[in-house]
C-alpha cells in the first residue's frame, strides 16, 4: 500500500484500454460513463477490476490507436486476491444538496450508487441534485474529475432508472 488512497496492482496481465477520440470536449466524461458500464458487468460476472489512470506504464499500453486519439485510462480486470473493502465515504450532506427525508426513493438508491461509485483517489468531488423526475450532477475541480463524473453518472442512473445530466 502506498497510501491510502492506491492500492497496488500485482500480476494484472489483463486490462482495458478507454481509448478515443482526442477532439471531443466529453471525452473523458464517456470514457468514465461507459468504461463503469463494463466495470459493473465484469464485477457481475464475478471478475473485478479497478480503475487505474495514473500508476501504469503508459509507454507499454498495448492499446491500438490512431493519431487523433488518446488513451485517458485502464482498467485493470481478473480475478482479484481478495473482493477489495468499502471506501470510506463523504457524508450524504457533503455530496448532495438534499435532505435524506425529502429524497424520492429512486433518488436515494441513485445517491445510495453514487457514493459506492469509484472516484480517483478517492476523491468524490460532485454534487447531485433533484430536478423534477431527473438528477443533476456537477463536478468540483481537479485532475481525472471528469473521467469521476461519468462513472458516478453511470451509477446512478443504472441504480435510479432516472436520468443524471450534467450542469
Ligand atoms: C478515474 C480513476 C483513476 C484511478 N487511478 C488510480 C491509479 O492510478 N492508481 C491506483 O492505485 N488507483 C487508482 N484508482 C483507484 C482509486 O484510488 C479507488 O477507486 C478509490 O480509492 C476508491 O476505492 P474503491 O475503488 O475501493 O471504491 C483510480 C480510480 C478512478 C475512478
Excluded at 477489495?84 to 429512486?106: F, I, Q, R
Amino acid at each position: 500500500m502506498i497510501c491510502d488512497q492506491y492500492i497496488i496492482i500485482r500480476n494484472a496481465v489483463n486490462y482495458i484500454a478507454l481509448v478515443g477520440n482526442k477532439a471531443l470536449a466529453d471525452l473523458d466524461e464517456k470514457a468514465g460513463y461507459y468504461g463503469e458500464k463494463i466495470v459493473l458487468e465484469a464485477q457481475m460476472l464475478g471478475l473485478n477490476t479497478c480503475w487505474v489512470a495514473g500508476t501504469y506504464g503508459k509507454g507499454k499500453c498495448k492499446a491500438e490507436k490512431s493519431a487523433s486519439e488518446k488513451i485517458v485510462c485502464v482498467i485493470a480486470i481478473g480475478y482479484g486476491e481478495n473482493e477489495g473493502s468499502n471506501h470510506k465515504s463523504k457524508s450524504l450532506e457533503k455530496l448532495c444538496a438534499l435532505k435524506k427525508d425529502d429524497m424520492p426513493t429512486w433518488f436515494r438508491n441513485g445517491m445510495l450508487a453514487a457514493t459506492l461509485a469509484p472516484t480517483a483517489l478517492n476523491q468524490q468531488k460532485f454534487v447531485i441534485d433533484i430536478d423534477g423526475q431527473d438528477a443533476v450532477i456537477s463536478a468540483g475541480k481537479g485532475p481525472m474529475t471528469k473521467i469521476d463524473l461519468g462513472i458516478v453518472r453511470y451509477n446512478f442512473e443504472a441504480a435510479s432508472g432516472h436520468t443524471c445530466r450534467k450542469i
